[in-house]
């Protein structure tokens, strides 16, 4: 614990203590390339810390908004027989017909900037 704790009290102060921060907005643009070098690690941890910050906080979005929550894995399976000339398939998960497409990729779409549609299945003619 001898190094953490001397890198902590002595080396961190005494490197901040040591930066060429100026006193005034203007002073950042008088900064020579030497003194932006010596800040290089003081940006990186901040950046880093500001990054590992959002990852954890960041709001989360599921693909699935409400199709069978309660379900551990949602799985649709089918013949392919039954399937008729065609289906469509829905993708954007935003159908009121999953896991059929109703159509409702294009309004998602809009509202989202996305190009996301349906997986098409033919039947071979
Ligand atoms: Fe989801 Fe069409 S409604 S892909």
Do not use: Q
């Not at 003081?42 to 693909?63: D, I």
């Not at 009121?96 to 998602?108: E, W």
């Amino acid at each position: 614990m001898e190094p953490v704790s001397r890198i902590v009290k002595e080396h961190v102060p005494n490197y901040l203590s040591n930066l060429p921060v100026p006193n005034s907005i203007g002073g950042w643009f008088r900064l020579g390339v030497k003194d932006w070098l010596s800040m290089i690690p003081l940006f990186a941890v901040v950046g880093g810390a500001s990054y590992a910050t959002y990852r954890l906080f960041r709001p989360k979005s599921p693909v699935n908004p409400d199709i069978k929550k309660t379900d551990a894995k949602v799985v649709d399976s089918f013949n392919i027989e039954d399937l008729g000339d065609k289906a469509a398939f829905c993708r954007c998960w935003r159908s009121s017909k999953f896991p059929y497409c109703d159509g409702a990729h294009g309004k998602y779409n809009k509202t989202h900037g996305d190009n996301v549609g349906p997986l098409i299945i033919n039947k071979k003619k």
